[in-house]
Structures are given as structure tokens and as C-alpha cells.
């Protein structure tokens, strides 16, 4: 059975920083990109940012670039979002997702939410 489990949300202050992991099972994890996506209250889905298999390549939505950074331990079978200069916007439910064998798969999300 493919789980993704995220794990590391919280409550952060303006212009912090959480780390944010999903811990991968059930699939060759080793040959599939992983991507970030949020959710804010009330809104739709937001793509965050993409890595590629083998961790060497990696794309982020302009409202993140420069303060977020994904990677990818194959070894390990997780992907982690550093993030840093935190946001009220980014205010959200994040989730680790994967496109595996034509199945869009998505884990339960871990809730980061950035307030004073």
C-alpha cells in the first residue's frame, strides 16, 4: 500500500522557519518525483515545489522561491521542505504528493501556521 506520512507543521512567527517531512512507503520511491502542494483556509490547491527522482532537480511556485528548499533522501525514502522567512500566507495544510503508476497520491497533510 503507498503511504505518504508529512510530518513537522506548527506554529511559526512571521519570518521563521519549520522543516516539514514525508516519510515514503510502499512504492520504489527511488524513481518518482515528489512534490510539495498546500491548501489555505478557505482556497483551492497550491502547487509549492517539485524534485525530481534522483534529487538533482528541483522547481518552486514564485511565491516560495528563494525561501523554501526541497529535497529528496532516496536512502531514506523522504522528501523535506525547509522553510525560512515565513509568512501569514503561507498559512496552510501542506502535503507531500506523487504521481505513481497514473495514481495522483497524497499523504493527510501536516498543518503550518505562521502568526504572532
Known amino acids: 500500500e503507498v503511504q505518504l506520512v508529512e510530518s513537522g507543521g506548527g506554529l511559526a512567527q512571521p519570518g521563521g522557519s519549520l522543516r516539514l517531512s514525508c516519510a515514503a512507503s510502499g512504492f520504489t520511491f527511488g524513481i518518482y518525483s515528489m512534490t510539495w502542494v498546500r491548501q489555505a483556509p478557505g482556497k483551492g490547491s497550491e502547487w509549492v515545489s517539485t524534485?525530481?527522482?534522483?534529487?538533482?532537480?528541483?522547481y518552486y511556485a514564485d511565491s516560495v522561491k528563494g525561501r523554501f528548499t526541497i529535497s529528496k533522501d532516496n536512502a531514506k525514502n523522504t522528501v523535506s521542505l525547509q522553510m525560512h522567512s515565513l509568512k501569514p500566507e503561507d498559512t496552510a495544510v501542506y502535503y507531500c504528493?506523487?504521481?505513481?503508476?497514473?495514481?495522483?497520491?497524497r499523504g493527510k497533510g501536516t498543518l503550518v501556521t505562521v502568526s504572532s
Open positions: 524534485i525530481n527522482s534522483a534529487g538533482g532537480t528541483t
Open positions: 504528493a506523487a504521481e505513481i503508476n497514473d495514481d495522483y497520491v
